[in-house]
Nanobody, 122 residues
Framework: VQLQASGGGLVQPGGSLRLSCAAS????????MGWFRRAPGKEREFVAV????????FYADSVKGRFTISRHIAKNMVYLQTNSLKPEDTARYYC????????????????WGRGTQVTVSS
């Protein structure tokens, strides 16, 4: 399984970035896919997830209304559109996949990518 995240970078507060995750070995239409992040000195935290059906999405309270998770089945990719970025969004963002189609809070993810760095600073 390979999950290749890209799209990170340096952005000013209030700006936007679109993170992409190219998945191989996991089919986004059959597995729930998620984004997590880890800031320096902090533990990894959940950001967003989309179920295999695409019908359900879940977000951390800290990003709700600003971030949107989506997917492209034909390209087998998952995206995270990040808007209204804040300095506290600075972190390395990781794409992850479950073995199952569904998601519930605390559910495990078994495949992880190397991540892409997002830095929000003026």
């Amino acid at each position: 399984v390979q999950l290749q995240a890209s799209g990170g970078g340096l952005v000013q507060p209030g700006g936007s970035l679109r993170l992409s995750c190219a998945a191989s070995g996991r089919t986004v239409s059959r597995h729930a896919m998620g984004w997590f992040r880890r800031a320096p000195g902090k533990e990894r935290e959940f950001v967003a997830v989309i179920t295999a059906s695409g019908g359900d999405t879940f977000y951390a309270d800290s990003v709700k209304g600003r971030f949107t998770i989506s997917r492209h089945i034909a390209k087998n990719m998952v995206y995270l559109q990040t808007n209204s970025l804040k300095p506290e969004d600075t972190a390395r963002y990781y794409c992850a996949a479950r073995d199952h189609a569904n998601y519930y809070p605390g559910a495990s993810f078994t495949a992880w990518g190397r991540g892409t760095q997002v830095t929000v600073s003026s």
